[in-house]
């Protein structure tokens, strides 16, 4: 998922060994956090803990600001202004998001030009959903339908992450996630019931966007090293395939309502789970895409290096305006 | 790599007769940036009719070290709280 712990280049080795650091303070910091006590900026926390948390809040963060590409990509060609209207809030969001989570991340000592600096020199990850196309309107509406879908179901819980800021940044975010999900569907069933060709365009896109949907959530739990220790600092509160088998049990109804068909020969209902059996996913291509082999991966990073390129004489433009305006005011 | 942008505090005043309460922070130029940046990241569905920037550097927190030392006084002088207090049986009105 966006949050998922993808492990960048500076993650060689796993941060200070927690046995190197005081073992009365840890013990109280850990039995906080077993208490579901939140945990403030300036109070003590493992070396561990504080760059777990710097690592998965500014993933998020780039991971919403680079999923505004995808989206941002069809603002201008919006079948009606009432799409456009809404798009354009969508995609303002997801900026806010962004700036949300840079700034609780802000907190834990780490700074705005590090993280971005991370990102732009791809030492830094992101979720590889964003690295996939969007070809045809019918894309919006399957990104807001499955892709904000899954960032629900993986943020809901986060609401009550032990770290203070991000969980506050998280209550903030779901509010404002709940139209991005609806306003998706929305166009997909409007697709759905159209002609012909506009039901193509609607399926075309379930099948394009449902597996890396499924792979946002993460590696398989026995494949996902760090998650226990996560869980155990509430960091992360429930495992991804978890999450998955809930999205899933949300998703394949909605499908159906609408008349599309879930790409995966393997769904089936299964009476004693509870739940749905789904076929294997393709644990390769969601690695390729980690490494940054993603369809569009290339354009997507290019376009954040330029944007910041090219707004950087904007930017001391105005903190030299800014300073000169200081000294004139103070020599008043 | 060139200065970053200060970082101011974001107060949001969510109605009139409320207090302002912290909302997040914004990194801006100066002042009027900063208010603009909040108004923008903070108030997009009506959260607030009043903002307050404050550059984070004036802001002095109490150290979570201390926290005992402050707070927990407080917590044996129990009798600033009314329920302290017995009052006879059938009295009303205090
Ligand atoms: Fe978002
Ligand atoms: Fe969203």
Known sequence: ?332 | MSKEWPLWEVFIRAKNGLAHKHAGSVHAADARMALEAARDTYTRRMEGVSLWVVPSVSITASDPGEAEALFAPAQDKVYRHPTFYTVPDGVKNI
């Open chain 1, 1 to 332: 998922m966006y949050t998922t712990e993808l492990k960048d280049k500076s993650q060689k080795q796993a941060a200070t060994p927690l046995s190197a650091e005081d073992p009365e303070r840890l013990a109280a910091f850990e039995a906080r956090v077993a208490a579901d006590d939140f945990i403030e900026p300036k109070d003590w926390m493992p070396d561990a803990y504080r760059k777990t948390l710097v690592r998965q809040i500014s993933q998020h963060a780039h991971s919403e600001i680079v999923g505004m590409l995808p989206e941002g990509n069809w603002i201008t060609r919006a079948p009606s202004l009432r799409r456009k209207a809404v798009l354009l809030a969508k995609v303002q969001d997801e900026g806010g998001h962004g700036l949300y989570l840079y700034a609780a991340a802000e907190t834990l000592g780490t700074s705005r030009d590090e993280m971005v600096e991370a990102l732009h020199s791809g030492r830094a990850k992101y979720s590889t959903i964003f690295n996939y196309p969007t070809l045809t309107w019918a894309d919006i509406g399957a990104i807001g339908w499955l892709v904000d879908g899954a960032a629900i179901m993986n943020q809901v819980p986060l609401q009550r992450t032990s770290y203070g800021p991000y969980a506050r940044a998280m209550v903030r975010i779901c509010k404002e996630e709940s139209f991005h999900q609806r306003q998706g569907y929305e166009i997909m069933t409007t697709l759905a019931k159209g002609s012909a060709e506009q039901k193509r365009m609607a399926q075309d896109a379930l099948d394009r966007w449902w597996w890396p949907s499924l792979m946002m959530f993460g590696p398989p739990d026995d494949n996902s090293p760090n998650s226990a220790q996560s869980m155990r600092w509430r960091i992360k509160r429930e495992s991804n395939d978890e999450i998955r088998q809930r999205f899933v049990d949300a998703t394949v109804p909605q499908a159906e309502a609408i008349g599309l068909s879930i790409p995966d020969a393997d769904l089936k209902w299964n009476e004693a789970r509870d739940a749905y059996d789904f076929g294997a996913i393709d644990w390769e291509e969601f690695y390729a895409v980690v490494r940054g082999e993603g369809p569009v991966a290339k354009e997507r990073m290019a376009a954040r290096v330029s944007a910041r390129e090219d707004g950087r004489w904007v930017r001391e433009a105005a903190l030299a305006h800014a300073e000169k305006r200081a000294v004139r005011l103070a020599a008043e």
